[in-house]
């Protein structure tokens, strides 16, 4: 895959995987490392503000069934209809993505660290691999990814199943990955596959 040529010292690393992989707990450690995180996930919530530029042009594709009592939209109701819908999930990319790709530059020209993660679950499919110098997938056993986005997010499995789908299977994502990240094992199994990879990088 063509990678960012590297004009600068900084290196920008790609975290992604799929709901409920395990990206959170790999960022922390890299974190922990010395590297930046960028949560792409935490920048597009901020997309859905009533105050950005991606707001109203969400309330008019999808209309103000979306909308709470405090005018704010309701995420949850937007994930239902998005993700029964490609093609609606489609359009609501087209409006998100650009903001957030635009933020995450801003993010990374600003940074003052030696290692600048993306931490973003589409990191693929919104085309971000591009801006990557090392891409790395976390990776974990379906019946485990399933248990864990049941627990977290209080999702029916129906729910989880058109979450999943929505995105590039796990598998041609790992085929895309300069490392992989099992997330199978236990959290010091997973801290000491960060480690080494983060010696590799750095």
């Not at 087209?94 to 600003?110: D, G, L, M, T």
């Not at 940074?111 to 499919?125: G, H, N, Q, T």
């Amino acid at each position: 895959m063509q990678r960012r040529r590297i004009k600068q010292k900084k290196i920008i690393l790609g975290l992604t995987g799929s709901f409920g992989s395990g990206k959170s707990t790999v960022a922390g450690i890299l974190r922990s490392c010395g590297a930046e995180i960028i949560d792409a996930d935490k920048i597009a919530h901020r997309c859905y503000r009533p105050q950005s530029n991606a707001y109203k042009k969400i309330i008019n594709l999808f209309g103000r069934r979306i909308m709470g009592g405090d005018k704010k939209i309701n995420r949850r109701k937007l994930a239902g209809m998005v993700f029964a819908d490609k093609g609606l999930l489609k359009k609501l990319n087209r409006i998100v993505h650009p903001q957030v790709k635009a933020i995450i530059s801003s993010r990374i020209r600003q940074s003052k660290k030696k290692a600048v993660v993306i931490d973003a679950p589409l990191l693929i499919e919104a085309g971000l691999q591009r801006v990557v110098d090392k891409l790395i997938v976390v990776t974990l056993d379906r019946q485990k990814q399933l248990a864990r986005m049941k627990k977290r997010d209080a999702l029916s499995p129906a729910e989880i199943r058109k979450r999943v789908r929505a995105q590039i299977p796990l598998q041609r994502k790992a085929v895309l990955a300069d490392f992989i990240i099992d997330n199978s094992g236990t959290r010091e199994e997973t801290k000491r596959q960060v480690k080494r990879i983060w010696k590799k990088i750095i």
